[in-house]
């Protein structure tokens, strides 16, 4: 068996569970038939953003499909270092699946927010404002560890950064949606790493929002 097989079924697996769990719920998010805006993202970023991830998603098509085209950004890794790639994909297709289960039908791919939009405080969401783009950053580093490829984790960085950027005009959107409840989350919520050590006597985000 080539030695390489086994690391590109793996990561087929991994690529073909993500699209199958974001692709459901995009389908279910957009029988709602709403016209979404993407006027607010911008013109550049939302081109830079898409070609990004179109790169990210050829360069990993392509591996998969015919790794020799892709050998010539191929880096040295120990089997071990990826096979690590196989753990924190499982956790971060888990993570994925949890945050779209919450977002539910709030799901867009802009920084818009939909007509009956809500305020999402559960899953993920209780302990980081974007756990989507978390899981997206977990997704690249067990692709790029699988395939033992910098182009694939450039390209797939390169995304994650040029979301990151647009995280802020996101929340601004959100803000203008739910105002002081919003504001409220921003403060109690990191918005990327969640906060580990907690103390035990502070009061549940959803709890205090419903006191206000």
């Not at 939302?46 to 998603?57: D, K, Y």
């Not at 580093?141 to 996101?170: C, D, K, Q, Y």
């Not at 601004?172 to 990191?190: A, I, N």
């Amino acid at each position: 068996m080539n030695p390489e097989t086994p690391f590109r079924l793996a990561l087929l697996g991994v690529f073909a569970l993500t699209l199958a769990i974001a692709g459901y719920h995009r389908y279910c998010a957009s029988r709602s038939h709403e016209r979404i805006s993407r006027r607010d993202e911008g013109r550049w970023l939302f081109l830079a953003i898409r070609l990004a991830g179109l790169s990210l998603f050829v360069s990993t098509l392509t591996y998969l499909v015919y790794p020799p085209a892709m050998a010539w950004s191929q880096i040295p890794l120990m089997q071990g270092a990826r096979w690590l790639g196989l753990a924190v994909a499982i956790f971060s297709v888990g993570l994925l699946f949890c945050t779209l289960s919450a977002l539910g039908k709030n799901l867009t791919d802009t920084v818009a927010v939909r007509a009956n939009h809500s305020l999402v405080l559960t899953g993920p969401y209780r302990w980081v404002r974007h756990p989507y783009y978390v899981s997206f950053g977990l997704l690249i580093v067990s692709a790029m560890l699988l395939s033992a490829n910098w182009f694939v984790g450039a390209t797939g960085f390169l995304a994650l950064a040029l979301l990151v950027i647009r995280t802020p005009i996101e929340e601004q959107m959100l803000v203008k949606r739910f105002g002081k409840d919003y504001l409220v989350y921003m403060e109690k919520t990191p918005r990327f790493i969640p906060t580990i050590w907690r103390s035990h006597s502070q009061e549940p985000l959803v709890d205090h929002l419903r006191k206000e």
